[in-house]
């Protein structure tokens, strides 16, 4: 399958701070896509990053507060900006390519006190 | 708003029983269906994808497509403790290329 890899693995951070999550392809993508995944819930799309255009957001996410960055076809940044305890969750990139479907990479835990 | 449906479980089954996880959707015109497994602590991994109606089966897995009924199913033969963890539907709508993700069905294998 295509190879993600993601960092911070897990980060524990000040309220008011704001945290950059790094994904990056082992392969060239046209989309990359950010998840939430908050404690014990299910997944919801932030936004879906293009290279060359701005990040389209989801309902509900803003680019204030959830600012994307997409330099090339293989890298993405999400920083999580203002960070309040109810940002704590798991964040996670994913990518769709033929024969491997959409894969994820293996999540940045986020715990902000 | 198009929503994709799980029972959140747990769902307890015995070794070697077979467990049979189910998954409603609303947008009539949704393609394609994933089924992904997740352990406690790691992100989710694809294990079965599907398209048309009928049966998919990959080794102990299968997934039953029905798209009148907007129902997708995942039978898990022969089910082992590792088994154990939570499986998220996953529905592609027809308009657009984000995933659709159900709440997720936590299954538990018991020896």
């Known amino acids: 399958s295509a190879v993600i890899s993601q960092k911070p693995s897990r980060d524990i951070c000040q309220r008011g701070t704001s945290l950059t999550i790094q994904c990056q392809v082992d392969?060239?993508?046209?989309?990359m896509f950010w998840y939430r995944q908050q404690p014990g819930q299910s997944l919801t799309l932030i936004a879906t990053a293009n290279q060359g255009s701005e990040a389209t957001y989801e309902s509900g996410f803003v680019i204030d507060k959830f600012p994307i960055s997409r330099p090339n076809l293989t890298f993405s940044t999400l920083t999580v900006s203002n960070m309040s305890p109810e940002d704590s969750s798991i964040y996670l990139c994913?990518?769709?390519?033929?024969?491997?479907?959409?894969?994820f990479g293996s999540g940045t835990r986020l715990t902000v006190v | 708003q198009k929503e994709v449906e799980q029972n959140s479980g747990p769902l307890s089954v015995p070794e070697g029983a077979i467990a049979s996880l189910n998954c409603t959707y609303s947008d009539r015109g949704s393609q394609s269906f994933f089924w992904y497994r997740q352990y406690s602590g790691k992100s989710p991994e694809l294990i079965m994808s599907?398209?048309?109606?009928g049966d998919k089966e990959d080794g102990r897995f299968t997934a039953q497509l029905n798209k009148a009924s907007q129902y997708v199913s995942l039978l898990i033969r022969d089910s082992q403790p590792s088994d154990s963890a939570t499986y998220l539907c996953a529905v592609l709508p027809d308009a657009g290329n984000m995933l659709t993700f159900g709440g997720g069905t936590r299954l538990m294998v018991k020896p």
């Open positions: 392969s060239q993508v046209t989309m």
């Open positions: 599907i398209y048309s109606n």
């Open positions: 994913s990518v769709e390519r033929a024969s491997y479907g959409y894969t």
